[in-house]
């Protein structure tokens, strides 16, 4: 995300709180539990630009398939609103950290399990005047879930600041529509139809940010806490300095509609990063992708991908990846034992039997860094991407899973290492 975006978006958004709330169109508000008509279909749509009229308007989207879409599994569909003077193309490329950060960073999280959707509004807001975005929304559900597969019980929206706003909106106008929004550092900039059923909430704002105050997005959230049958309480936040974050589930919440509050030392941003002063730091270093993505998750649903439980084989030493007594990870003949079986999340995790997680030890980055296993924090030293070629790549050091010295004796220590393509960093799973 450039400076001179979030500049527009500090100068814009303060106008576009006296925006006023806008009578919002109807829509069937019953959540039909299940696949949709598009399951079992060839699809006719594909990844990338996408045009629709919509109240008597040209309108657009970006749509994003998994890249292994099959027509009989039904798929959580994402939608992610841009802000103020942004655009859907800034969401789905995810600016200058790229595919890391595309829709905010989840649809990396992801590995292919969700359909993501990236609308444009009009004049690169969204004022929603009389409705119309919201019927925009409706109008592109009904294209999508004709054509793809999806899970009508999973549908979620975010965004941040205008885009937050709107998908405020989407929690007050189409609460039995959505499972769950992500409103980051939002106001009531876009109205709120209605605004009177539960939907799964979470807000994320920062103590310090000068465009949309943080009781802004505190009254957001208050809304969903009284809607959603949760304990009132006010919840803890950092102190301003702290440059951390404080993430706090609310008790008392309807069974299937927790209500979350993120807040964090810092301004007007997204991707805020714990220890960082600026607002302008890499998305993908962002603790606010796992924590989106986590709570997304907890709400259930079919998974297109679920965890797959098994063993992880050297290709070059043919053992297997183990876990000793001590935490470092090492190979070892292969025995079926609980301590080489790993689950593959779909959080981009690889998690041992007993729950915890495959880990570059201390978020190290440089070449012989040791790999060990450690207490699950969703950090992205802890996060791996399993690639085509049979390599691992560790996500925060952009280092490749491997076997010391190319060893290949039971023992021999397992680290993260430049990629080569040599046989001592692929790897297969049984």
């Not at 007050?172 to 139809?193: E, M, N």
Request: with cysteine; net charge neutral; aromatic share 10%.
């Amino acid at each position: 995300m450039s400076r001179l975006r979030l500049f527009l978006t500090a100068v814009f958004s303060a106008v576009l709180l006296i925006v006023p709330a806008a009578a919002q169109t109807a829509m069937a508000q019953t959540a039909m539990a299940g696949p949709t008509a598009g399951c079992g279909k060839t699809p006719t749509l594909r990844s990338g630009s996408q045009s629709i009229t919509t109240s008597g308007k040209n309108r657009s989207f970006i749509l994003r398939i998994p890249d292994n879409y099959s027509n009989t599994t039904p798929y959580r569909l994402i939608f992610g609103f841009h802000w103020n003077g942004g655009t859907a193309g800034d969401v789905d490329s995810g600016g200058t950290s790229g595919y890391p950060w595309s829709y905010y960073g989840l649809r990396a999280l992801s590995n292919n399990t969700a359909i993501f959707v990236a609308p444009q509004g009009l004049g690169n807001g969204w004022a929603n005047s009389g409705g119309e975005d919201i019927t925009f929304v409706d109008d592109m559900i009904r294209r999508i879930e004709a054509d793809l597969c999806v899970d009508t019980t999973q549908r979620f929206a975010m965004g941040f600041s205008y885009g937050g706003g709107m998908s405020y909106a989407l929690a007050c106008a189409r609460a039995s529509v959505f499972r769950a929004v992500a409103v980051y550092s939002g106001a009531q900039l876009s109205g709120c139809s209605g605004g009177t059923e539960p939907v799964a909430y979470i807000g994320l704002h920062g103590l310090r940010d000068p465009v949309l105050n943080i009781s802004a997005g505190r009254s957001l959230r208050d809304r969903f806490v009284r809607n959603n049958g949760c304990t009132a309480q006010n919840p803890p936040e950092p102190a301003q300095g702290s440059l951390t974050h404080v993430v706090t589930y609310y008790s008392g919440c309807r069974s299937g509609y927790p209500v979350a509050w993120a807040a964090f030392d810092a301004g007007h941003t997204p991707n805020p990063v714990d220890g960082r002063p600026g607002d302008y730091e890499p998305g993908e270093n962002s603790w606010t992708r796992p924590v989106v993505w986590d709570f997304f998750t907890r709400l259930g649903g079919g998974d297109p991908n679920p965890p797959a439980t098994g063993t992880i084989k050297g290709v070059g030493s043919g053992r297997c990846l183990d876990v000793p007594s001590t935490s470092q990870v090492q190979i070892w003949d292969c025995n079926g034992q609980a301590n080489q079986q790993w689950a593959s999340t779909s959080a981009g995790e690889l998690k041992t039997s007993d729950g915890r997680c495959l880990d570059v030890n201390a978020a190290g980055t440089a070449d012989g860094t040791a790999v060990i296993t450690w207490t699950c924090n969703g950090q992205n030293n802890q996060k791996w991407r399993l690639n085509s070629d049979g390599s691992i790549t560790a996500v925060g050091a952009n280092k490749c899973l491997d076997v010391s010295g190319a060893g290949t004796a039971n023992g021999t220590k397992v680290q993260i290492w430049t990629c080569h393509g040599g046989t001592n960093q692929k790897w297969t799973r049984a």
